[in-house]
């Protein structure tokens, strides 16, 4: 039987490494991850295994984490312009009323709000 996982899309041979995941730009990293890497594309490849495996090591990272995103419509306050925040990321934050964030504009399509 072919081994197809031990091929790239190229065609190359690719070989089993281990490397790193870096998720939400570096804040969190997912070390030991099983991965192929081609010499030829210079390209490290994730199989629909190594993508599951690397998902279980992102749990046990953060427990209670699942990928959070979200679809909200902004709400208007007085003058201003809110987003609600649903219940389970208040309380998987700890998020409280009158606690300060800070949001950092990344660009005009991303907010990034950091806690403490
Ligand atoms: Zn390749």
Do not use: H
């Not at 010499?39 to 279980?56: F, M």
């Not at 934050?93 to 991303?110: A, D, Q, S, T, Y």
Request: hydrophobic letters at 40%; one cysteine or more; charged letters at 35%.
């Amino acid at each position: 039987m072919r081994k197809v996982d031990e091929e790239c899309f190229c065609g190359a041979k690719a070989r089993r490494i281990k490397t790193q995941l870096e998720l939400y730009d570096g804040n969190v990293v997912i070390n030991d991850v099983d991965a192929l890497y081609c010499p030829k594309c210079n390209q490290e490849l994730l199989t629909t295994k190594d993508v599951k495996k690397a998902r279980e090591k992102l749990k046990e990272i953060l427990p209670g984490f699942q990928a959070f995103s979200i679809r909200k419509k902004i709400t208007k306050v007085g003058n201003s312009l809110t987003i609600p925040l649903a219940k389970e990321l208040i309380e998987y934050m700890g998020l409280k009323k009158g606690e300060e964030v800070r949001i950092i504009l990344k660009n005009r399509n991303r907010l990034i709000v950091d806690v403490a």
